[in-house]
């Protein structure tokens, strides 16, 4: 059940045939169909044109921009991007594409996404002229208990106790039940066949393998499938070494086989229940059995002449994403600003300082008027708080007149970065957006064992007692965990709309910064109409409310000089190198499709 890993070398003539041909895969995706690419390099340097002898597959070390009128898609999953490439011309549509694109993300990513974990799914169908959104996160699962954690270090971080019930299969599939093209065989088997034959490291992969062992040795790893999968003679797997899978393969055969059934019942439920116990878990074959996909109506978030439509509860997402945008809309000549001046990013922290500040009071699945949030008097008032030359002290903030605030439970709390973001759009119009994860790297570091499927840690998503888990966000009461009950996230796939047109479809990994992120990048891309480049050199900004903000430090001076302007408003930062990395298309008013990954990680678009 472990995996097999094969050094690149000389002597490794096989090894070198499957290197060749990865690189002429993502080539052909690149160069061929009439598709238009180019690299940009991070902080807006010239673009260059890619020919195939560019071109390293599967880690990109820059960003893609493709061009295209046909289909397009954009992730930071490389391999995710060829597989819609292939789906595509299999005849397949846009949701066979996202749903195989999917199950492949986890087999090349699997520190980030994969069938042990859950997402969200925002899909626009032009025949129904409706957006459809669907929650398949993870679920907590019925023993589930706070007591269970008192004295126990990290055990919501790793671990048995860490595991909820994984929604991301049940949700594929029942998305492609009802609106796939292809077989669900068909679109299963990208994935299997990449997990059987093999699929090179790259840098986001081998960065989270080295950290395994930052503050431990490797033999201080519990779980035996864990070690064996990511680690060869005692050595964490490094870039460029070659991942087989076959456990994961044969996983991949079942589903393919028996659908949904093939995980939630039968063997491989009874492998993944035993696992988790083994581990100190309370999972149970009654919490698979019974894990449902939720259907949910999309947060309308409008601004100017756009409309955005995102996830709303269980996702924090798209209540952050509205709120932010409905603050701007009330500060007086905002649109006029540029988006590289002081002024206009002091606004940006001190929108998202009161967003976040109503995320840590209020919101968590319970019941909720997320109308509260979205009234202009609302965001006035907010607005009306901010001073234009000083920073905002958390303590001083207003509570505006809302349902009474849930008292604030545990530390500041935080999230993963260890998630994975994918876009798509087509020709007819349609489009989706979807964000998977499996929460921080490697989830629990628990596989269940002859099954290949590494288990999420989505427990620490939840406010536990006093105990802080891995990110930096304040959660209230109504983010409690309890049995049966979802997980607060930031995950925000978002498309957007200009009347009944969708003209974007955007997102990110990035745990607590993803909102922040898909509203700086929606701003520059949709309303500010920048460049790739433009956009890209500017820095990004962040803030939680009750923790020192976040400059990136990529765009150099620029960053140190905005860095220092800020703080002489009040504004205090701390270091943070962990960034966020968007992936959006975009459609221009004659139909052309613009494909686009982040620089800031091996992203690659693909389009034709």
């Not at 002898?53 to 070390?61: L, N, Y």
């Not at 030359?389 to 709390?413: D, I, M, N, R, T």
């Not at 709309?497 to 949709?526: H, K, M, N």
């Not at 765009?555 to 220092?564: F, I, P």
Request: net charge positive.
């Amino acid at each position: 059940g472990c995996a097999i890993v094969a050094r690149r070398s000389p002597e490794s003539i096989f090894d070198y045939g499957l290197f060749l041909f990865n690189i002429a895969l993502l080539a052909l995706v690149m160069i061929g169909g009439g598709s238009a690419c180019r690299t940009l390099s991070l902080g807006g340097g010239t673009g260059t044109e890619a020919s195939s002898s560019q071109v390293e597959a599967p880690k990109v070390k820059t960003t893609q921009v493709v061009t295209g009128k046909q289909w397009m898609a954009a992730s930071d999953a490389p391999w995710a991007s060829v597989t819609a490439h292939q789906i595509f011309s299999e005849g397949g549509n846009i949701v066979d594409a996202a749903v195989a694109a999917s199950l492949v993300g986890g087999v090349e990513h699997p520190q980030s996404t994969g069938m042990g974990g859950g997402g969200f799914f925002v899909f626009y169908s032009v025949k129904d002229k409706k957006t459809y959104a669907w929650d398949f996160r993870e679920r907590a699962p019925g023993a589930i208990r706070a007591e269970l954690f008192a004295g126990k270090k990290n055990a919501s971080l790793k671990g048995g106790l860490a595991v909820a019930v994984p929604g991301l299969i049940a949700g594929l599939h029942q998305i492609h039940s009802k609106f796939g093209k292809l077989k669900w065989k068909q679109v299963v088997e990208p994935a299997r066949k990449l997990a059987a034959d093999g699929v090179l490291i790259d840098s986001l992969l081998a960065s989270g393998i080295q950290k395994l062992t930052k503050d431990r040795e490797v033999k201080d790893i519990p779980d035996t499938a864990f070690r064996a999968t990511f680690f060869f003679k005692g050595q964490g797997l490094q870039e460029g070494d070659l991942l087989r899978q076959p456990a994961l393969a044969k996983t991949f055969e079942k589903i393919a086989r028996e659908g949904v059934r093939g995980f939630y019942e039968g063997s491989v439920a009874s492998a993944i229940v035993k696992s988790v116990r083994v581990r100190g878990g309370v999972l149970s074959l009654q919490d698979l059995k019974k894990y449902k996909v939720k259907e949910v109506e999309p947060i309308e978030i409008h601004y100017g002449n756009q409309v955005l439509k995102s996830m709303p509860i269980p996702s924090s997402g798209g209540i952050l994403l509205g709120e932010m945008l409905g603050m701007l809309s009330q500060v007086k000549g905002f649109s006029n600003w540029k988006p590289e001046s002081v002024l206009y990013s002091h606004y940006l922290l001190e929108v998202m300082r009161r967003a976040y500040r109503d995320r840590a009071l209020y919101v968590g699945d319970v019941p909720l008027k997320v109308s509260a949030f979205f009234e202009p008097d609302y965001w006035k008032a907010q607005v009306a708080s901010i001073e234009r030359e000083h920073a905002s002290a958390p303590e001083s903030l207003q509570v505006f007149p809302l349902p009474p605030p849930a008292p604030p439970a545990g530390l500041p709390k935080s999230e993963s970065k260890q998630t994975t973001h994918y876009s798509f759009m087509d020709a007819e119009g349609n489009a989706v957006a979807t964000t998977q994860t499996i929460n921080t790297v490697f989830g629990s570091e628990v596989i269940a064992a002859g099954t290949g499927i590494l288990l999420n840690n989505e427990i620490d998503d939840f406010a536990i007692g006093s105990t802080p888990n891995h990110y930096g966000l304040t959660a209230s009461q109504a983010n409690q965990i309890a049995p049966g009950k979802t997980p607060l996230s930031s995950m925000t796939p978002t498309l957007v709309f200009e009347g009944d047109r969708v003209v974007g479809s955007i997102g990110a990994p990035g745990g607590s910064q993803i909102p922040t992120t898909v509203l700086q990048e929606y701003l520059r891309f949709f309303v500010h109409k920048m460049s790739p480049d433009e956009a890209f050199a500017l820095p990004r900004l962040h803030q939680q409310y009750n923790d020192k903000s976040l400059i990136e430090p990529f765009g150099g001076n620029r960053s140190a000089r905005l860095k220092e302007q800020l703080e002489s408003l009040g504004h205090s930062f701390k270091s943070e190198m962990a960034w966020t990395r968007i992936s959006l298309v975009m459609r221009a008013s004659d139909g052309q499709l613009t494909g686009i990954a982040d620089p800031r990680a091996s992203g690659q678009a693909a389009g034709k």
